[in-house]
């Protein structure tokens, strides 16, 4: 009884080879056939100075606005400010993690540039559900202002900015020429 029962499973799974049957996602592995992809995504938004409360929070926590990428091998991000009161240089921040690598800077030029990478040629980072993205106002400084000639100090209140998303993920709808 065991031998036929042990026959008809290797039938099946004969059969079911033969047939074409295949899992439709491959497996997140060095050998994969699927064939590096490009994904982007552009957010905007306001940061608070953390000197002057504006009621607009000094620091903002961004999710891609992304679907379905897997195998990460690496992001880019690109922050763009400008200095509304150039007398005091506006210093923002911006953090990256992707599972258990991070990577942050810190800038008060206007623009912030950060790319993570995976360790080695054909290793992920991770998932889309991985990337983590904080933009931040370390420093929104201040700025000479008064009536009639009197010069104050005024803090500036934030910032707006503008972030890019660049991801390079394997995409597996598509398959390397052989």
């Known amino acids: 009884m065991k031998k ?22 491959p497996p997140s592995n060095k050998k994969n056939k699927g064939v590096e992809a490009v994904a982007m995504d552009e957010t905007s938004g306001k940061c608070g100075s953390p000197e002057y409360d504006s009621g607009t929070p000094s620091s903002v926590n ?6 379905n990428l897997t195998d990460i091998i690496s992001v880019e991000l690109t922050l763009l400010w400008t200095d509304d009161y150039p007398e005091e ?22 623009a912030i540039n950060l790319i993570l990478k995976g360790d080695a040629e054909g290793s992920f980072l991770g998932n889309l559900e991985d990337v983590k993205i904080t933009i931040e106002c370390k420093s929104a400084g201040a700025y000479k ?13 934030g910032n707006d900015w503008k972030l890019t998303i660049k991801i390079k993920y394997m995409d597996y709808t598509k398959n390397k020429a052989e």
């Open 4 to 25: 036929q029962i042990l026959a008809v499973a290797l039938l099946v799974i004969l059969i079911a080879s033969a047939a074409g049957c295949t899992n439709s996602t």
């Open 62 to 67: 961004y999710a891609p606005n992304m679907t």
């Open 89 to 110: 240089a506006d210093v923002f921040a911006l953090n990256l993690s992707v599972g258990n690598k991070t990577a942050s800077k810190e800038s008060n030029s206007g």
């Open 145 to 157: 202002c008064g009536p009639l000639g009197i010069w104050l100090s005024c803090y500036d209140p």
